[in-house]
């Protein structure tokens, strides 16, 4: 293995950890949160409502 | 000192002491069964490391554009605050074990006296190499936090002056009772932390992205509030049915 690929695999570990499917969610409610605001509606409730439901689906991963 | 700014000063201390408290712990384990001079040694170096790290850093990240930057610092902030509150909310729901300071220094302590000396003159490569690992892996995230924190802010002195704070502490905490701090409440500072960082990482994400908030900063204290409830009925969830969890797989 390459010292670029043990260096990604790092970064991806430190940043990312063991539950990359809640990154890329967290990414996603950005995305979307931005659509919405940018459509001129209120968008402020997306991520709080996102973070929650991406928390309870990791605990309920974790504890399976 | 502004509402934020305090909440960016508790954050980073709490989470700053969290890892100060488990990098002591490999220290004081190297240097017991090691060497004092070359575990101190590493640990000192891997702290010259870290604030290189944040000096070289910091102007780069107050630089960027305030949406950018708030968008980039939210969804990191989020993806650490959802790991620590995550390991946090499933070790207060006891499916995770407790991170128990004297099993690390006992086991830390082990691995020392069994690793073969291959130092050279007075220094101890395994006593430093382990002390410089564990401090600068336990810093790095709190290096991350100080940046993303006071970058955001413009402050990112007052967040280094707030990790240096938690660093004087533990260490003088440890010089005390010359054991590993076994006693700190590491869980429940954990979940503080995890709910701060998350919540700082809702609104500043939503903000880079375009959201005004109702009640402008205000709604900061709402979101934490609202979070820490949601982090306790989780606790209760995850408590009371461990089996219906079980069986949904």
Same mark, same amino acid.
């Given at each position: 293995?390459? &010292?670029?690929?043990? $260096?990604?695999?790092?970064?991806?570990?430190?940043?990312?950890?063991?539950?990359?499917?809640? &990154?890329?969610?967290?990414?996603? &409610?950005?995305?979307?949160? $931005?659509?919405?605001?940018? &459509?001129?509606?209120? $968008?402020?409730?997306?991520?709080?409502?996102?973070?929650?439901?991406?928390? $309870?689906?990791?605990?309920?991963?974790?504890?399976? | 000192?502004?509402?934020?700014? #305090?909440?960016?000063?508790?954050?980073?201390?709490?989470?700053?002491?969290?890892?100060?408290?488990?990098?002591?712990?490999?220290?004081?384990?190297?240097?017991?069964?090691?060497?004092?001079?070359?575990?101190?040694?590493?640990?000192?170096?891997?702290?010259?490391?870290?604030?290189?790290?944040?000096? *070289? =850093?910091?102007?780069?990240?107050?630089? #960027?554009?305030?949406?950018? #930057?708030?968008? *980039?610092?939210?969804?990191?902030?989020?993806?650490?605050?959802?790991?620590?509150?995550?390991?946090?909310?499933?070790?207060?729901?006891?499916?995770?074990?407790?991170?128990?300071?004297?099993?690390?220094?006992?086991?830390?302590?082990?691995?020392?006296?069994?690793?073969?000396?291959?130092?050279?003159?007075?220094?101890?490569?395994?006593?430093?190499?382990?002390?410089?690992?564990?401090? =600068?892996?336990?810093?790095?995230?709190?290096?991350?936090?100080?940046?993303?924190?006071?970058?955001?802010?413009?402050?990112?002195? %007052?967040?280094?002056?707030?990790?240096?704070?938690?660093?004087?502490?533990?260490?003088?905490?440890?010089?005390?009772?010359?054991?590993?701090?076994?006693?700190?409440?590491?869980?429940?500072?954990?979940?503080?932390?995890?709910?701060?960082?998350?919540?700082?990482?809702?609104?500043?994400?939503?903000?880079?992205?375009?959201?005004?908030?109702?009640?402008?900063?205000?709604?900061? %204290? *709402?979101?934490?509030?609202?979070?820490?409830?949601?982090?306790?009925?989780?606790?209760?969830?995850?408590?009371?049915?461990?089996?219906?969890?079980?069986?949904?797989?």
């Amino acid at each position: 293995m390459s &010292a670029a690929v043990k $260096a990604a695999r790092a970064v991806w570990d430190f940043i990312v950890g063991d539950d990359w499917v809640t &990154a890329v969610g967290v990414v996603a &409610a950005l995305g979307i949160t $931005a659509l919405i605001a940018g &459509a001129g509606v209120a $968008a402020w409730w997306v991520m709080p409502a996102a973070v929650l439901g991406l928390l $309870a689906l990791s605990l309920r991963r974790a504890a399976n | 000192m502004s509402g934020p700014e #305090l909440g960016l000063a508790v954050s980073v201390f709490l989470a700053c002491a969290v890892e100060a408290v488990e990098a002591l712990t490999i220290v004081l384990a190297v240097g017991t069964t090691r060497s004092w001079p070359s575990s101190l040694y590493g640990a000192g170096v891997a702290v010259i490391v870290l604030a290189a790290l944040i000096a *070289g =850093l910091g102007p780069a990240v107050t630089s #960027l554009p305030i949406h950018a #930057l708030r968008v *980039g610092v939210g969804a990191l902030l989020l993806v650490f605050g959802l790991q620590w509150l995550r390991k946090a909310l499933l070790r207060a729901a006891h499916l995770k074990a407790l991170h128990d300071e004297a099993a690390a220094f006992e086991a830390e302590s082990a691995a020392a006296l069994a690793a073969q000396a291959r130092g050279v003159a007075r220094l101890d490569s395994y006593a430093f190499a382990i002390s410089f690992k564990g401090v =600068l892996l336990e810093g790095l995230e709190v290096a991350v936090i100080v940046l993303t924190f006071g970058g955001n802010q413009h402050r990112i002195a %007052l967040a280094a002056a707030a990790a240096g704070a938690a660093i004087v502490v533990v260490v003088a905490a440890g010089l005390a009772v010359r054991a590993p701090l076994a006693r700190v409440p590491e869980n429940t500072l954990k979940l503080a932390v995890g709910v701060m960082l998350t919540s700082f990482g809702i609104f500043w994400g939503a903000e880079g992205a375009g959201v005004s908030w109702p009640g402008a900063d205000a709604a900061l %204290l *709402g979101i934490i509030a609202g979070l820490a409830l949601a982090s306790a009925a989780l606790v209760l969830w995850l408590r009371s049915t461990p089996r219906a969890l079980g069986e949904a797989a």
